[in-house]
């Protein structure tokens, strides 16, 4: 029977579970967008194809999430995240050589991105919260700033996001226009890693001082719980910037300035306003799955079945999110190249997709809940603990 609590204590179930809705978000988008041959006519492909671009936003969210909670948890933090981060770049460019029909062996993707991220976080840990912070949004006004410079199409292809036949070659993929590139994707980890100190803040206990110190790390006047009000905050950001360009005012129209105010939906490449609102999305659920297992973990005696039915939905959702790793990394191969080499590649109807994407689906997760039961040895991240503890 599968139960919200997993056999390592250190494991939040809210934050599996979040995980896990990314995974099935991520298998919903790339399986309609690799066989639907109706995504520019079909409003409900198309709004699950919107939905699935949250699945890279909350990967690397939760990742910086995650980071930020080893401090408290694990000894030789810092060797252990960089040491994880080296093993997650490697895990991305095997993965560029198991699908050449979508990258090429420079391609910089979502895993090359966690990985680096995990790297540079024994910088990140010594930073002060403010600091950290204006780090953040530096990052993304750079990102304006190098995007302009390079004259990056506001529309990028999947050739030019794996292409190195350009001025910077591979350079310019890990730091501007890869799929996943540093500029601004650095902002969403540090975003997460601001969100787990909150989190870590919130709960420490009264005579723990040592972690209230290091908790002060938070942004200012955003603790105890209140990472709904900093998605709040980055909401309203992304609010201000596209209603400036939607006003009509002639700058926000013009380089560089199109890129601080131009809402474009879509994130190749990620523009101002999206980097704020997919920061803002990421978070607020962050903040609703800690919430909702604040409530599983209580008990209500007045109404026992819902406690029963929160702790089996954040259980079952927790199973995909512990193996994400490995989904990620399997999925690819295992559906992607099939559908290219076999002549499937946008050739189904709606229903035939919705059918095979809800097989998929299916699949996965009971494969993961099973996998479940041995603690999901022999996987990529049972590896990546064996090999940094």
């Not at 991220?117 to 304006?144: C, D, E, H, K, Q």
């Not at 201000?240 to 809402?263: D, K, M, T």
């Not at 994130?267 to 101002?272: D, I, K």
């Not at 099973?370 to 590896?383: I, K, M, N, Q």
């Amino acid at each position: 029977m599968l139960r919200a609590t997993a056999p390592n204590k250190e494991r939040i179930a809210g934050i599996d579970a979040l995980r896990g809705l990314a995974v099935l978000l991520m298998l919903t988008q790339h399986i309609i967008y690799w066989v639907c041959s109706e995504l520019r006519t079909s409003f409900s492909m198309q709004a699950f194809g919107a939905l699935g671009g949250l699945a890279a936003p909350l990967f690397i969210v939760l990742a910086g999430t995650g980071a930020a909670l080893a401090e408290r948890s694990r000894k030789e933090v810092d060797r252990m995240l960089a040491g994880r981060g080296v093993v997650i770049i490697g895990y991305g460019y095997a993965l560029n050589l198991c699908a050449p029909n979508w990258f090429d062996p420079e391609s910089w993707y979502v895993l090359h991105m966690i990985g680096l991220s995990l790297i540079l976080t024994p910088v990140f840990r010594r930073l002060p919260g403010a600091l950290t912070g204006a780090l953040l949004i530096a990052v993304i006004i750079v990102t304006a700033m190098l995007q302009s410079l390079l004259g990056t199409p506001l529309f990028l292809n999947n050739w030019q996001m794996a292409s190195t036949s350009l001025p910077g070659g591979a350079l310019r993929l890990v730091l501007v226009e890869g799929f996943f590139p540093v500029f601004p994707w650095i902002a969403f980890f540090l975003a997460g890693f601001l969100a787990g100190r909150i989190y870590r803040w919130e709960k420490t206990t009264p005579g723990r001082k040592s972690d209230r110190e290091k908790a002060d790390n938070a942004l200012p006047g955003q603790r105890r719980g209140r990472l709904w009000k900093m998605a709040a905050v980055f909401f309203g950001v992304s609010a201000v910037l596209s209603g400036i360009y939607l006003a009509g005012f002639e700058f926000a129209a013009s380089e560089p300035w199109l890129r601080f105010f131009r809402p474009v939906p879509g994130f190749y490449p990620a523009l101002a306003p999206v980097t704020f609102f997919l920061i803002a999305a990421a978070l607020f659920l962050l903040s609703v799955f800690l919430r909702f297992q604040k409530h599983s973990d209580e008990s209500d005696p007045a109404n026992p079945g819902r406690s029963f039915v929160a702790d089996r939905f954040m259980a079952l959702l927790a199973c995909p999110g512990r193996c994400s790793l490995t989904i990620l990394m399997v999925h690819i191969p295992l559906i992607r190249e099939p559908v290219v080499r076999l002549g499937y590649w946008r050739n189904l109807g709606v229903f035939e997709t919705m059918a095979v994407t809800v097989f998929f689906l299916f699949v996965f997760l009971l494969a993961a809940v099973w996998w479940r039961r041995v603690d999901f040895r022999y996987g990529a991240e049972w590896l990546l603990r064996k090999a940094f503890p």
